[in-house]
C-alpha cells in the first residue's frame, strides 16, 4: 500500500523524533467511549447550533464529530465486549493448545509409531494447511457473514482434532493434523477481524495482548497437559481435550455474538465475477450477486491451490534433505524445482489473472510496513516454534525426563512470553507506539538462542531457566504487535481482513519452514554424530526414540546423549540468525501513533 498523503492525523517518524510525551492528553484518550460519545454529541449540537443562527452549513468538524459517533456506536463495551472476548478467547485457545501440547507428547507418539524421523511433518502438517488456507479464509471473510465462518471454522478443526484422536498409524495421525489446520487458520483470522470490527484501534493492542498471552498460557498449560496425558492416561487424550472445549466455543459464539455481515461487495470484484461466470457458462446463467454461489465462485480457488503446492513443495525439500534422502537425491530437487516454478506461476497469476479477488492482494506491499511486518512475523513464530519443539526433546534426551517433567522444564521459556506479550500490549495502549518493541524485542531472542547454543549435558538448571527467559522475552515481544503495526497502517477497514491474513501467512509460513528446516538440521547431525560418537549403538533405534537411550547400555549412554546435544545446538543457533532478521524487518515499518487513530474514515 502506498504511504499516505494526509498525516494530518498521524505522521511517519524517526523513533527519536517521534516518542510520546505522557501527558494528560495521553492519559485520557483512552477513556470511557460512552462518555467519549456523549461529549462529542453535546459538542455537536453546540456547534451545530451556532452554525445555523449564522445562517451557514454544520462546518467539516461537525461533520467528522457525527462520523465518530457512529463508529464509536458499533463498537462493543463493558459486559457486552467482555463476554464476546472471552469466547473468542476459548476458541484461540484451542488451536494454540494444538500447537504446544504436543510438545512433550511427540518423540513419545513418534516412538509408539517407530517414526522419529516424522517429529516434523507430525507438526508440520497442521501449519501446511493452516497456512495455504489461511488467505483464502482472509478473502471469505469480505464476502461471507464472520460469525458463521468463525462457527465453520472451528467445525473444521474438531472434525480434524476426532480424527487424531482415533488415528492408529502415523499417516492417519498426519491427516487429521492437516485437516485440522484448515479450520485453524480460520479460527485465527476470524477472531482477527471481528476484534477489529468491534473495537477502537487504540484499545486493540491490550486485547491482543491477552490473545498473545493466552498463546503464553497454552504455551504453559499445553506442554503440562500433554505431559501428564501422556505419562497417565494416553497421548490421544491430547486430542480429545478439544472436544468439550470447542463445543462450549460453538455455543457461546451463538448465543452470544450477534451477526457479523461482511462489507458491500466492492463494484471491482461484482463485475469480474459475472464475467466469470459469462466466460464458463457461455452467459446463460448467472445468480444474484447476494447469493452464496456467486459469493463462493469470487473466491481465488486457484489461487488457493497454487499456494498450497508452493508449501507442500517446500516442507517436502526441507523434511526429506539430509534425512529420508540425500539433498543431491531426485526427490528433494524435484521438490525444490517445483517449488522454485510454482512461486513465479502464482504471482503471476495474482498479478495478471485473478483479477480484483485474488487471495494475495499484491498492492499491499507497495508499502513497507505491510512488506516488513509480515516478515517480522514470519521470523519470530520460527523462534517460537522450534524452541517450543525442540526444548523438550533436550530434556527427554540429555535429562532422561519424562514428557511431563519435559513440559515443566520449558515453564521459563512460556512464561517469558506471556508476561513479555501482555506487558508490551499494556504499554502500547499506554503511550500509542508499537515501534521499539518490534526493533528491540529480538535482540533478546538473539541473546537467548546464543546461549543455549552452549548448552551441553552438564549446563546447569539456572543457566537454562534463564537463557530460556531470555528468549521468551524477545518472542512476547514481538508476537502480536506485526498486527497492529498492519492495522495501524490500514487506510480503512475494508483493508483489515487481507491485510491481517498476510501477516498471520508470515507467521505460519515462518513456524512450517522452522519446523522442516531445524528437522532437517537436527536429523542430518543427529545421524554423523551418532556414527561419530556412538558407533555401537543401535542406529536407527536410538535415532527415532529418545525413550531408548534410557535402556541403553550405561556404557553406551554417554555418546548417544552427546549426539544429540550437538544435534540441538545445530538447532538452537538458527535461532541468532532469525531474531536479528526480525529487528531488521522492524526497519521498514512506520513508527504510527495508534491514538486517536481513525481507520474507517481512511485518515492514514
Same mark, same amino acid.
Request: hydrophobic share 50%; glycine share 10%.
Given at each position: 500500500?502506498?504511504?499516505?498523503?494526509?498525516? *494530518?492525523?498521524?505522521?511517519?517518524?524517526?523513533?527519536?523524533?517521534?516518542?510520546? &510525551?505522557?501527558?494528560?492528553?495521553?492519559?485520557? *484518550?483512552?477513556?470511557?467511549?460512552?462518555?467519549?460519545?456523549?461529549?462529542?454529541?453535546?459538542?455537536?449540537?453546540?456547534?451545530?447550533?451556532?452554525?445555523?443562527?449564522?445562517?451557514?452549513?454544520?462546518?467539516?468538524?461537525?461533520?467528522?464529530?457525527?462520523?465518530?459517533?457512529?463508529?464509536?456506536?458499533?463498537?462493543?463495551?463493558?459486559?457486552?465486549?467482555?463476554?464476546?472476548?472471552?469466547?473468542?478467547?476459548?476458541?484461540?485457545? %484451542?488451536?494454540?493448545? !494444538?500447537?504446544?501440547?504436543?510438545?512433550?507428547?511427540?518423540?513419545?507418539?513418534? @516412538?509408539? +509409531?517407530?517414526?522419529?524421523?516424522?517429529?516434523?511433518?507430525?507438526? *508440520?502438517?497442521?501449519?501446511?494447511?493452516?497456512?495455504?488456507?489461511?488467505?483464502?479464509?482472509?478473502?471469505?471473510?469480505?464476502? &461471507?457473514?464472520?460469525?458463521?465462518?468463525?462457527?465453520?471454522? #472451528?467445525?473444521?478443526?474438531?472434525?480434524?482434532?476426532?480424527?487424531?484422536?482415533?488415528?492408529?498409524?502415523?499417516?492417519?495421525?498426519?491427516?487429521?493434523?492437516?485437516?485440522?489446520?484448515?479450520?485453524?487458520?480460520?479460527?485465527?483470522?476470524?477472531?482477527?477481524?471481528?476484534?477489529?470490527?468491534?473495537?477502537?484501534?487504540?484499545?486493540?493492542?491490550?486485547?491482543?495482548?491477552?490473545?498473545?498471552?493466552?498463546?503464553?498460557?497454552?504455551?504453559?498449560?499445553?506442554?503440562?497437559?500433554?505431559?501428564? +496425558?501422556?505419562?497417565?492416561?494416553?497421548?490421544?487424550?491430547?486430542?480429545?481435550?478439544?472436544?468439550?472445549?470447542?463445543?462450549?466455543?460453538?455455543?457461546?459464539?451463538?448465543?452470544?455474538?450477534?451477526?457479523?455481515?461482511?462489507?458491500?461487495? $466492492?463494484?471491482?470484484?461484482?463485475?469480474?465475477?459475472?464475467?466469470?461466470?459469462?466466460?464458463?457458462?457461455?452467459?446463460?446463467?448467472?445468480?444474484?450477486?447476494?447469493?452464496?454461489?456467486?459469493?463462493?465462485?469470487?473466491?481465488?480457488?486457484?489461487?488457493?491451490?497454487?499456494?498450497?503446492?508452493?508449501?507442500?513443495?517446500?516442507?517436502?525439500?526441507?523434511?526429506?534433505?539430509?534425512?529420508?534422502?540425500?539433498?543431491?537425491?531426485?526427490?528433494?530437487?524435484? @521438490?525444490?524445482?517445483?517449488?522454485?516454478?510454482?512461486?513465479?506461476?502464482?504471482?503471476?497469476?495474482?498479478?495478471?489473472?485473478?483479477?480484483? *479477488?485474488?487471495?494475495?492482494?499484491?498492492?499491499?506491499?507497495?508499502?513497507?510496513?505491510?512488506?516488513? &511486518?509480515?516478515?517480522?512475523?514470519?521470523?519470530?513464530?520460527?523462534?517460537?516454534?522450534?524452541?517450543?519443539?525442540?526444548?523438550?526433546?533436550?530434556? $527427554?534426551?540429555?535429562?532422561?525426563?519424562?514428557?511431563?517433567?519435559?513440559?515443566?522444564?520449558?515453564?521459563?521459556?512460556?512464561?517469558?512470553?506471556?508476561?513479555?506479550?501482555?506487558?508490551?500490549?499494556?504499554?502500547?495502549?499506554?503511550?500509542?507506539?508499537?515501534?521499539?518493541?518490534?526493533?528491540?524485542?529480538?535482540?533478546?531472542?538473539?541473546?537467548?538462542?546464543?546461549?543455549?547454543?552452549?548448552?551441553?549435558?552438564?549446563?546447569?538448571?539456572?543457566?537454562?531457566?534463564?537463557?530460556?527467559?531470555? %528468549?521468551?522475552?524477545?518472542?512476547?515481544?514481538?508476537?502480536?504487535?506485526?498486527? #497492529?503495526?498492519?492495522?495501524?497502517?490500514?487506510? !480503512?477497514?475494508?483493508?483489515?481482513?487481507?491485510?491481517?491474513?498476510?501477516?498471520?501467512?508470515? $507467521?505460519?509460513?515462518?513456524?512450517?519452514?522452522?519446523?522442516?528446516?531445524?528437522? @532437517?538440521?537436527?536429523?542430518?547431525?543427529?545421524?554423523? @554424530?551418532?556414527?561419530?560418537?556412538?558407533?555401537?549403538?543401535?542406529? !536407527?533405534?536410538?535415532?527415532?526414540?529418545?525413550?531408548?537411550?534410557?535402556?541403553?547400555?550405561?556404557? %553406551? $549412554?554417554?555418546?548417544?546423549?552427546?549426539?544429540?546435544?550437538?544435534?540441538?545446538?545445530?538447532? +538452537? #543457533?538458527?535461532?541468532?540468525? &532469525?531474531?536479528?532478521?526480525?529487528?531488521?524487518?522492524?526497519?521498514? #515499518?512506520?513508527?504510527?501513533?495508534?491514538?486517536?487513530? !481513525?481507520?474507517?474514515?481512511?485518515?492514514?
Amino acid at each position: 500500500m502506498n504511504e499516505h498523503k494526509d498525516d *494530518s492525523t498521524i505522521a511517519p517518524s524517526t523513533p527519536v523524533d517521534n516518542m510520546p &510525551a505522557l501527558d494528560s492528553h495521553a492519559s485520557t *484518550s483512552a477513556g470511557d467511549p460512552v462518555e467519549k460519545v456523549l461529549s462529542q454529541e453535546t459538542t455537536h449540537d453546540k456547534t451545530d447550533e451556532r452554525s445555523l443562527e449564522a445562517g451557514g452549513a454544520p462546518s467539516p468538524v461537525d461533520a467528522r464529530t457525527e462520523a465518530q459517533i457512529e463508529r464509536d456506536s458499533k463498537y462493543l463495551t463493558g459486559s457486552k465486549l467482555a463476554l464476546v472476548f472471552v469466547g473468542m478467547l476459548l476458541s484461540v485457545l %484451542l488451536i494454540a493448545l !494444538d500447537q504446544t501440547i504436543l510438545a512433550p507428547a511427540i518423540p513419545v507418539i513418534a @516412538s509408539k +509409531f517407530n517414526a522419529l524421523d516424522q517429529i516434523g511433518w507430525i507438526v *508440520s502438517a497442521y501449519f501446511l494447511t493452516q497456512t495455504a488456507f489461511l488467505l483464502m479464509y482472509g478473502q471469505i471473510l469480505t464476502l &461471507a457473514d464472520r460469525k458463521w465462518t468463525y462457527l465453520a471454522a #472451528i467445525a473444521i478443526f474438531e472434525l480434524g482434532s476426532l480424527i487424531c484422536a482415533v488415528a492408529n498409524s502415523v499417516e492417519v495421525l498426519i491427516f487429521g493434523r492437516a485437516f485440522a489446520g484448515v479450520g485453524a487458520a480460520g479460527i485465527f483470522v476470524s477472531v482477527l477481524s471481528i476484534i477489529a470490527e468491534v473495537t477502537r484501534l487504540e484499545d486493540r493492542p491490550k486485547l491482543l495482548g491477552l490473545f498473545g498471552a493466552v498463546f503464553g498460557v497454552s504455551s504453559v498449560v499445553g506442554p503440562l497437559l500433554g505431559g501428564a +496425558f501422556t505419562d497417565h492416561v494416553s497421548w490421544r487424550w491430547c486430542f480429545y481435550i478439544n472436544l468439550p472445549v470447542g463445543a462450549i466455543t460453538i455455543a457461546a459464539i451463538i448465543f452470544i455474538l450477534g451477526p457479523q455481515p461482511p462489507p458491500p461487495m $466492492q463494484e471491482n470484484v461484482a463485475i469480474w465475477t459475472e464475467r466469470k461466470f459469462a466466460r464458463y457458462t457461455g452467459g446463460r446463467w448467472c445468480p444474484p450477486r447476494a447469493s452464496l454461489a456467486f459469493r463462493t465462485f469470487a473466491l481465488d480457488w486457484v489461487g488457493t491451490i497454487l499456494m498450497l503446492g508452493i508449501i507442500t513443495c517446500l516442507v517436502l525439500a526441507l523434511q526429506w534433505g539430509g534425512v529420508k534422502y540425500a539433498w543431491s537425491d531426485g526427490p528433494v530437487i524435484a @521438490s525444490f524445482v517445483v517449488f522454485a516454478v510454482l512461486i513465479p506461476v502464482f504471482v503471476a497469476f495474482e498479478w495478471k489473472l485473478a483479477g480484483p *479477488s485474488r487471495i494475495f492482494p499484491l498492492e499491499y506491499f507497495k508499502g513497507r510496513t505491510q512488506i516488513g &511486518a509480515t516478515l517480522a512475523a514470519f521470523f519470530t513464530m520460527f523462534v517460537l516454534l522450534v524452541a517450543t519443539y525442540y526444548l523438550p526433546t533436550f530434556f $527427554q534426551a540429555t535429562r532422561f525426563h519424562s514428557a511431563t517433567k519435559s513440559g515443566i522444564d520449558i515453564l521459563p521459556f512460556m512464561l517469558g512470553v506471556v508476561f513479555a506479550s501482555g506487558i508490551a500490549g499494556g504499554l502500547i495502549s499506554k503511550i500509542g507506539y508499537y515501534w521499539p518493541f518490534l526493533l528491540f524485542g529480538p535482540v533478546f531472542s538473539c541473546i537467548g538462542s546464543g546461549l543455549l547454543y552452549t548448552v551441553d549435558e552438564n549446563t546447569p538448571s539456572a543457566n537454562l531457566i534463564g537463557y530460556q527467559i531470555l %528468549l521468551g522475552v524477545g518472542v512476547g515481544c514481538v508476537l502480536q504487535n506485526t498486527l #497492529i503495526a498492519v492495522q495501524a497502517d490500514c487506510k !480503512d477497514e475494508t483493508e483489515v481482513p487481507q491485510r491481517t491474513a498476510i501477516v498471520t501467512f508470515g $507467521q505460519l509460513v515462518g513456524g512450517t519452514v522452522g519446523i522442516a528446516i531445524a528437522s @532437517s538440521i537436527f536429523g542430518t547431525r543427529l545421524g554423523s @554424530s551418532l556414527r561419530e560418537f556412538a558407533p555401537e549403538a543401535p542406529f !536407527d533405534l536410538v535415532r527415532n526414540s529418545v525413550e531408548a537411550i534410557p535402556t541403553l547400555p550405561a556404557e %553406551l $549412554q554417554p555418546g548417544v546423549v552427546h549426539a544429540y546435544v550437538l544435534a540441538l545446538q545445530d538447532v +538452537f #543457533i538458527i535461532g541468532v540468525a &532469525a531474531g536479528g532478521c526480525t529487528s531488521l524487518c522492524a526497519l521498514m #515499518i512506520r513508527n504510527l501513533n495508534i491514538k486517536g487513530r !481513525d481507520l474507517m474514515g481512511g485518515g492514514a
